[in-house]
């Protein structure tokens, strides 16, 4: 890859997560406005740690292929690199060996030669056991000190990388970067820095189009190109009927932060402060003002998830006024119920298994904390069992069966009929994950955690 530094680089970012989709037009735009990269997230934590533990993508293959097919076919056709990031949705080696083969058959189908850099980011249990007898990791809050148990019972480790081992392998010749997990900037940040921008406006930059079209008027329009040069950048979105604004920009800082002024990454801290805004036209914004600070020392963040035992569902509803007149209530001697069967039946108490019990349409997202008073008109009752093993999981489930479709209030001199969502009413949802590493390593280079290799491609496959 030719590394002559530039006056500008374009960042073409075409959605917020690989395989949510993109009109192939706004991509078009964007090679016709000279996009020098092209920039994609394949991955998150926001769906919880079920991806990251049993290492599956979230995504459909025919929706990776979709958009795939579509930006390598404008990468080469433009001649500018793509680079994926967080690939099969958690980044473990498996999900960027998913994405390299989906790449691999769209390339032969369609007769491009790239050559493809993968990108691992999954740590070994041992290595890191290693970094801990170091002293090397360390607990973000509010977590404590890390018990090297904790690394063995983790299926999957990932640490997320900064730029650095996505600019390498972009200087060894790569055309298509497929990187395990990084962080969401990071992979829009890479080409810019390595093309000799200034770090605050490019990590600035990369955090305001990580997700695409979401700092726009109208997110389910596309994405945005983001221009990065000397002393700032400037956004606009690829639809030309939608508009960036100020404030649309600059909320993008509130996402996914803990700081809307300053954000941490593994080399150092973004620092937008003194960052100003401005609007170029009714659809275009500059910024200036943006700083990077160059940590002291280096870190990767640790992603690890761990089964914490295996879980059943079941759905039943209620319509009945008299229960949903007194609803908490019945919810309480539900609970009481299956607690009382359980141990009558199958010998164990409640430290041998866990069910919660959530209300839809009363107050099963905020809990004591909703506001709305009165009875509601139709309730969603969702019983979730975890026990050690799917077969107790299942039969707690199944015991609190005729409960989930007649249990009465104390006060009502009938059994009343609930309605069961599906048949039959337990649904086993195999192994259940946690996450439970909140930590950082303190590395001796930016790239001795991740593992690059390189595959060419032919027009013949």
């Known amino acids: 890859m030719d590394n002559e530094r530039v006056d500008q680089v374009k960042v073409l970012a075409p959605t917020g997560m690989l395989g ?44 990776v292929a979709r958009d795939l097919r579509v930006l390598l076919k404008a990468a080469a056709g433009a001649g500018i690199p793509l680079i994926v990031g967080s690939c099969g949705t958690s980044g473990t080696d498996s999900g960027v060996d998913w994405v390299a083969g989906i790449v691999a058959d769209i390339l032969a189908a369609e007769g491009l030669r790239l050559k493809v850099a993968r990108v691992y980011s999954e740590q070994a249990t041992g290595a890191l056991l290693k970094c801990l007898d170091e002293g090397r990791i360390h607990a973000l809050p509010p977590l404590g000190e890390l018990d090297p148990q904790t690394l063995r019972s ?53 955090k305001i189009i990580e997700c695409g079209g979401q700092c726009t008027s109208d997110p389910r329009a596309g994405g945005v190109l983001a ?38 990454e593994p080399d150092g801290t973004l620092d937008v402060r003194e960052a100003v805004y401005t609007a170029l036209d009714d659809r275009t914004v500059r910024v200036e003002g943006s700083r990077f600070h160059v940590a002291d020392q280096h870190t990767i963040k640790l992603e690890g998830a761990r089964i914490t035992g295996y879980e059943t569902m079941s759905f039943s509803a209620i319509r009945d006024p008299h229960i949903l007149a007194n609803i908490d209530g019945w919810a309480d001697l539900m609970r009481t119920m299956i607690r009382q069967r359980v141990e009558q039946t199958l010998g164990i108490g409640d430290d041998k298994y866990a069910f919660d019990l959530r209300l839809y349409g009363h107050n099963a997202i905020l809990g004591d904390l909703e506001p709305a008073v009165g009875p509601p008109r139709e309730v ?81 496959g």
């Not at 020098?36 to 769906?47: A, E, K, L, Y």
């Not at 990187?179 to 770090?199: E, N, Q, S, V, W």
């Not at 030309?240 to 909320?251: K, N």
Request: hydrophobic share 45%; aromatic share 6%.
């Open 227 to 264: 221009t990065v040069d000397a002393d700032g950048f400037t956004i606009e979105p690829l639809d030309p009927t939608v508009a960036c604004t100020p404030i649309l920009v600059a909320a993008h800082m509130l996402y996914e932060t803990v700081d809307p002024f300053l954000m941490r």
């Open 20 to 63: 949510a989709g993109f009109p192939e037009a706004t991509i078009e735009r964007g090679l016709a406005l000279g996009a020098d990269v092209i920039s994609v997230d394949g991955g998150s934590t926001d769906s919880g740690p079920y991806y990251l533990g049993a290492s599956q993508p979230k995504t459909t293959r025919a929706a």
């Open 154 to 206: 983790c299926t999957h480790i990932v640490g997320a990388m900064g730029h650095e081992p996505i600019v390498a392998a972009l200087e060894a010749g790569a055309q298509v970067v497929l990187a395990g997990r990084a962080t969401d900037t990071a992979i829009a940040a890479a080409y810019p820095l390595m093309k000799g921008m200034p770090a605050g406006p490019t990590w600035h930059a990369a």
């Open 380 to 460: 969603g009752v969702m019983l979730l069992v975890n026990a050690p093993d799917q077969s107790t999981a299942t039969a707690v489930a199944k015991i609190a069966n005729p409960l989930m479709l007649h249990l009465p209030t104390a006060d009502m001199d009938y059994l009343p009929s609930l309605a069961f969502a599906t048949s039959p009413a337990e649904v086993e949802r195999g192994p259940a994950y946690e996450f439970v590493l909140h930590h950082v390593v303190d590395t001796l280079t930016p790239t001795e955690m991740f593992r690059t290799e390189f595959e060419e491609t032919s027009p013949h």
